[in-house]
């Protein structure tokens, strides 16, 4: 199983950005999805989180600004950021619990990171 993340770059403050996340490779089924960012120094943190027939979950300092979206039909999933802050520069991380098999049991996977960069 592999997380494939891509989308980030170079915006100015107050710009957006869309983030996309694919998972291929062999599996049963993906539970939950979601974005993690990270800056030197400082532990990664949840920003996003999509978990099936519920509500998707977001960071405080993100909510309202950004979106978390999901097609189920081709494994994917995106995070629509926008109004972005010069604080919300970091290195974005996609993430996914997958199941390999029909024995219920889940495992998590990363993807790569894609550096996002809010400055003018």
């Known amino acids: 199983v592999q997380l494939q993340a891509s989308g980030g770059g170079l915006v100015q403050p107050g710009g957006s950005l869309r983030l996309s996340c694919a998972v291929s490779g062999s599996f049963f089924s993906i539970s939950i999805m979601g974005w993690y960012r990270q800056t030197p120094g400082k532990q990664r943190e949840l920003v996003a989180m999509?978990?099936?027939?519920?509500?998707?979950n977001y960071a405080d300092s993100v909510k309202g600004r950004f979106t978390i979206s999901r097609d189920g039909a081709k494994n994917t999933a995106s995070l629509q950021m926008n109004s972005l802050k010069p604080e919300d520069a970091a290195l974005y991380y996609c993430?996914?619990?997958?199941?390999?098999?029909?024995?219920?049991?889940?495992?998590?996977?990363w993807g790569q990171g894609t550096q996002v960069t809010v400055s003018s």
């Open positions: 993430h996914a619990r997958v199941a390999i098999d029909g024995s219920g049991r889940y495992v998590s996977y």
């Open positions: 999509s978990i099936p027939g519920a509500p998707s």
